[in-house]
C-alpha cells in the first residue's frame, strides 16, 4: 500500500507453501504498533486451509492498541482469501488452458560446504 496508510512489512522466516511469519508496522491514532503474525497453510484433500497467528504483544501500549485495532486488522486479512482465491483459481484457468506462463525457475543448488549440505532435497511433484 502507498500513501498516508502504508504498511511496512519485514519477513522474518519463510517456508514456501508452509508458512510465512512477518513483522508489520500499522499506523494507528494512537503512533505505530508492530505486529507479529504467521499465515499457516494446512494441504487438504479438498484445498487449502489458512491459519492466522499473531504474537501477543510485547508492551502494555502495544496491548492497547491491538486491543482497539486487532480485530479489525484480523478481519481485513481474512476479507482480502477471495479476492487472492479468485486471482489464483484466474491463473490456474489461463495456465491449464495453455497461457503463456514462463515456466518455473530452476531451484538453487545449496553449497557443498553451507549449512544445508547434506540433507536431502524434497521430491519435486
Do not use: N
Request: net charge negative; glycine share 8%; no cysteine.
Amino acid at each position: 500500500m502507498h500513501g498516508k496508510d502504508a504498511v511496512v512489512e519485514e519477513i522474518l522466516d519463510w517456508r514456501p507453501y508452509d508458512y510465512v511469519t512477518d513483522q508489520t508496522v500499522l499506523s494507528t491514532p494512537g503512533g505505530p504498533v508492530k505486529v507479529l503474525h504467521t499465515l499457516e497453510f494446512e494441504p487438504l484433500p479438498t484445498g487449502t486451509l489458512t491459519h492466522i497467528r499473531f504474537g501477543a504483544p510485547r508492551t502494555v501500549r502495544e496491548k492497547a492498541l491491538m486491543d482497539h485495532i486487532g480485530p479489525a486488522h484480523g478481519e481485513a486479512l481474512e476479507s482480502s482469501f477471495p479476492a487472492l482465491i479468485a486471482q489464483l483459481a484466474a491463473e490456474v484457468a489461463r495456465r491449464d488452458a495453455g497461457g503463456d506462463a514462463e515456466p518455473e525457475p530452476e531451484l538453487p543448488v545449496p553449497r557443498t560446504d553451507g549449512p544445508v549440505a547434506g540433507i536431502e532435497r524434497l521430491p519435486q511433484s
